[in-house]
């Protein structure tokens, strides 16, 4: 008899016993808790892998860095910024004539912190041979099997320029769809400009490191190899092309005997424009517009894809940020090899 009243207050109690569960109100609270950490905790991944790019584009640095330090060491001096070999070049830009156009697309970070996308982007290679190409026995890159005897077209050549170097793209480039491989990296032609005509623009600089058929040395580096750049990242480019070169630091002020407001006004970095072959001018890109028409190609400047800094070579081999808000002067500077500009290593 009391095991089964034992029974009986059992069932009784388990019929009396509230559902289990969450109500609908209940779950919509922890689905907005969770809508919430994530929202907060979202940028901080962003930030995170933003933060390992930038770290893999100062270890591509460092080895292109490594590998000039050793083309100098093998043949005392710097490879040439390019080598002017055909009819037509000069020493504003290698030779605008071509073997082939090809097209990519990418997105382009402005000084006014907008974008300017241009898909597609036609863009013309020039033939001449630039550093980037000249480096690759250093880079480890012997299998391209470049001939420097033949057109860039020709034979063995045309298909070299398909292979994808990683060291020398950056990780956080928006760059995309092009048929030959990309490089973001482009060498120091200095600052100062020269006129080419001797009068107006446009202008070319040769007292930095890479420029037409230069052969600069350790030894010409008179404002200390750890104040100088040797190249830095810019947001497009590819390795083959020699029209992706170099890229100028823009003289904060006139030179003596010259007017160059364009010089003056120009952004030191993520600056770009579209050249207009024509009148030898340089029209700067705005977000409006989408695409470069009538434009051979576009010129740019130093800059990236990162938020705050640009990743520079100095020409002792360290890789190191510089603020995109860094003092004109100072980016002007730093870009001479000889022109006894006094700056501190903490810049």
Known sequence: ????????????????????????IELLVVMAII???????????????????????????????????????SNRSYPSGWICSTPGCGPVAPSQSTYFTNSGSGKFKLPDHSI?????????????????????PQMDAGTTALDFK????GGQNGPAFNMKISSYLCPSANVQSAGIGYCTYRGSPGSKPISA?????PYYSNDGIFYMNSDVSDRYIKDGTTTTILFGESQFGFWGDSLSCCARVPYPGNPPGQSTPEIQTRPQID???????????????????QNAPSAQFVVFGFGSAHTEVVNFCMCDGSARPISKSVSPTVLSGLATRDSGERISDDF
């Open 197 to 201: 005509s001797g009068s107006g623009p």
């Open 35 to 73: 809508a919430v950490l994530a929202a907060l905790l979202l940028p901080a991944v962003q930030s995170a892998r933003e933060a390992a790019r930038r770290s893999q584009c100062l270890n591509n640095i460092r080895q292109i860095g490594l590998a000039a330090q050793n083309y100098l060491g």
């Open 116 to 136: 300017a996308s241009m898909d597609p982007m036609n863009w013309v290679v020039g033939p001449d041979w630039s550093w980037q190409q000249l480096l690759l």
């Open 271 to 289: 600056w770009m424009s579209a050249a207009q072959n024509a009148s030898g001018t340089f029209v700067e890109i705005t977000q409006a517009q």
């Open 1 to 24: 008899m009391k095991g089964r009243a034992h029974s009986s207050v059992c069932r009784q109690s388990r019929s009396n016993d509230p559902r289990t569960g969450f109500t609908l």
């Open 150 to 153: 033949m057109p860039k077209g």
